[in-house]
């Protein structure tokens, strides 16, 4: 959650009171209100509580049903004061403006009714304040605190009784704090996972993923790395956007990884709470789930992935670190399942001419040198180059450094390499110095397990493929003719 300044934030939430006092959650015991005293001829108006947020510490909120919890204000940065959700020494993710809604309400109570003075035992328990719907304490940072009792709703109008707890004066506080002061932690508590973009930003969202780590227990691991601009304008490997790294290295298919995994990723949203602090993780299937890593723009978060849930619509999943269980009814999971080998670009690698300074192909035991030779920097010349000793031109220096750039694998392979020499090789030396080295050993009569710089990368090429991306072309520029655009 994005910081934000107290005071702007509370600005925001008391505004948004008048929007949803009529959809807050109230109190289960006030359904059929005990009967209460008829309030006395309005006496006077007084204060209980009115503190600014420099002065307090924590706000404890203790309802008399549900998990206490407590608000606890983060004073590191006295311009940018946030508040934390803790309960029972845990700290959950709660939405700021919900949290300074109730603290504005908890610590500021102004102007109210005055029904009753000094009551006595009997009516502080017509009141409801032997067995308070909710008790809250406000703590202040020089270590007194003030405590609250919120008793039944009034039998007639509206609004409900408040006390201090150390005082005996009766006072009405009115529906709109209350719907915010009964909200239970399961009503503060953020459930968003993906930090969606602010309005008006140039990305998509699922461009903001810089980086992604699929864990699953029952299948491979699949890691995902988004190049930044830079490097996808002008680096080496500069046309595919992300690259994926497990669980082999290779170019991805952009088009596919936004499809297939980054959308669905992105809409994720789990809209309920099923437990917090469940004593049997196993019943919603994480004991052992799929771990789903994700990295934005500074922001990192990991969702726990459980089973389909056979009671609610949806998924079980969990923020990690936040004990609580959620269900998510609308999200596909689908990427769950999902092979690598879709992710994949059929492209074997993918350089641009401009950072090659040759090519090395050894096929057949014939090996044939393809020099580049790059126009200088601001001049009018063109890129042009050799084939051994012969003057290709652009157009059939490009077409023939396309055709290698080209081979496409035919499908997935768990072939070990062979031990024995490579039928074919291709050396790219860079201009950065590098060398790239693309090797392709024979599996069977027409298959070649394809290598790159030593590590296989799982998939095949055919002896046709070879063919015509390589063996013929060599033959048509031998003959004298120009290369065509396939």
Not at 11 to 24: E, F, Q, S, Y
Not at 166 to 173: A, E, F, M, P
Not at 358 to 373: C, H, K
Not at 399 to 427: C, K, N, W
């Amino acid at each position: 959650m994005r910081r934000r300044t107290l005071i702007m934030i509370i600005a925001a939430a008391v505004a948004l009171t008048a929007g949803i006092t009529l959809l807050a959650v109230w109190p289960e015991s006030d359904a059929e209100p005990t009967p209460t005293p008829e309030p006395p001829v309005i006496r006077d108006i007084g204060t209980l509580i009115q503190v600014s947020h420099t002065e307090v510490d924590s706000v404890e909120m203790m309802p008399r049903e549900g998990t206490p919890f407590t608000l606890k204000l983060d004073h590191t940065d006295p311009d940018n004061t946030d508040l934390i959700l803790v309960s029972e020494d845990a700290v959950f993710p709660g939405m700021q403006v919900v949290m300074l809604a109730m603290y504005s309400h908890a610590t500021s109570m102004m102007h109210l009714t005055r029904i009753a003075e000094e009551a006595d035992d009997e009516q502080l328990s017509l009141f409801g304040m032997d067995t308070p719907l909710l008790v809250w304490r406000v703590n202040l940072l020089d270590g007194t605190s003030m405590e609250f009792s919120l008793g039944l709703r009034l039998a007639t109008g509206s609004g409900f009784y408040v006390r201090a707890s150390d005082s005996r004066d009766i006072y009405v506080l009115g529906d709109e704090a209350v719907s915010f002061l009964s909200m239970k932690i399961e009503d503060i508590y953020d459930i968003f996972f993906f930090p969606y973009p602010p309005s008006g930003n140039e990305y998509e969202t699922w461009d903001l993923i810089e980086f992604l780590l699929l864990e699953r227990p029952w299948d491979e691991t699949i890691e995902l790395r988004r190049r930044d601009d830079e490097e996808w304008f002008n680096s080496p490997l500069g046309i595919s956007r992300y690259h994926l790294m497990q669980p082999f290295e290779s170019e991805c298919s952009d088009t596919v990884v936004k499809n297939v995994i980054l959308e669905p990723i992105t809409n994720i949203i789990p809209e309920h709470i099923v437990a917090i602090r469940p004593a049997d993780l196993s019943v919603y299937g994480l004991d052992s789930p799929a771990r789903l890593t994700i990295s934005t723009y500074g922001w990192e978060g990991t969702l726990l992935i459980g089973n389909p849930s056979s009671e609610f619509r949806g998924w079980y999943v969990m923020i990690e670190g936040h004990d609580a269980v959620l269900i998510d009814p609308h999200g596909d999971y689908s990427f769950l399942g999902l092979d690598a080998a879709q992710l994949r670009t059929q492209l074997t690698w993918v350089y641009h001419i401009d950072t090659v300074d040759s090519v090395v192909f050894e096929l057949d035991g014939v090996t044939r040198i393809l020099q580049i030779d790059h126009p200088a920097s601001g001049s009018d010349d063109k890129l042009n180059g050799w084939l051994d000793d012969k003057e290709l031109g652009e157009s059939n220096t490009r077409r023939l450094f396309a055709s290698a750039m080209s081979i496409p694998s035919s499908g997935d392979t768990d072939e070990p390499v062979p031990d024995q020499p490579p039928a074919y090789s291709i050396t790219m030396s860079l201009t950065n110095k590098r060398q790239e080295k693309l090797d392709f050993y024979s599996i069977n009569d027409s298959q070649f397990l394809m290598v790159l710089n030593n590590t296989t990368l799982g998939v095949y090429t055919t002896r046709l493929q070879i063919q015509i991306n390589l063996l013929d072309r060599f033959e048509i520029l031998d003959s004298g003719e120009d290369l065509r655009i396939r």
